[in-house]
Nanobody, 122 residues
Framework: QVQLVESGGGLVQAGGSLRLSCAAS????????MGWFRQAPAKEREFVAA????????HFADSVKGRFTISRDDAKNTVYLQMNSLKPEDTAVYYC???????????????WGQGTQVTVSS
């Protein structure tokens, strides 16, 4: 019912910034909690950030606190991940996800985008 498409990935130097976008199609986008996850080769998919359906709850992984921000624009059916002070260890495929329940566990999210590659050079 909900389709998600990420964009905004690319190659950036360490210390730089990048903003990822996740455009959603489908009904009642504003009713969904949204999350960002990332996965590097041969590593587990890890939680990055999440925002509740009403924006009242926001949570970040410790590794990105103070550097990343998450926001949503329900009028545009889009969720954003603003990434600042990027580090090489941020390199991964970034995925957005949606679910009726707010959480940080990837397996609990119902809908997923195709992912967008973020590469941070040293």
């Amino acid at each position: 019912q909900v389709q998600l498409v990420e964009s905004g990935g690319g190659l950036v130097q360490a210390g730089g910034s990048l903003r990822l976008s996740c455009a959603a199609s489908g009904r009642t986008f504003s009713s969904y909690n949204m999350g960002w996850f990332r996965q590097a080769p041969a590593k587990e998919r890890e939680f990055v950030a999440a925002i509740s359906w009403n924006g009242g709850m926001i949570h970040f992984a410790d590794s990105v606190k103070g550097r990343f921000t998450i926001s949503r624009d329900d009028a545009k059916n889009t969720v954003y991940l603003q990434m600042n002070s990027l580090k090489p260890e941020d390199t991964a495929v970034y995925y957005c996800a949606a679910d009726r329940v707010f959480g940080v566990i990837a397996s609990r999210y119902q809908y997923w985008g195709q992912g967008t590659q973020v590469t941070v050079s040293s």
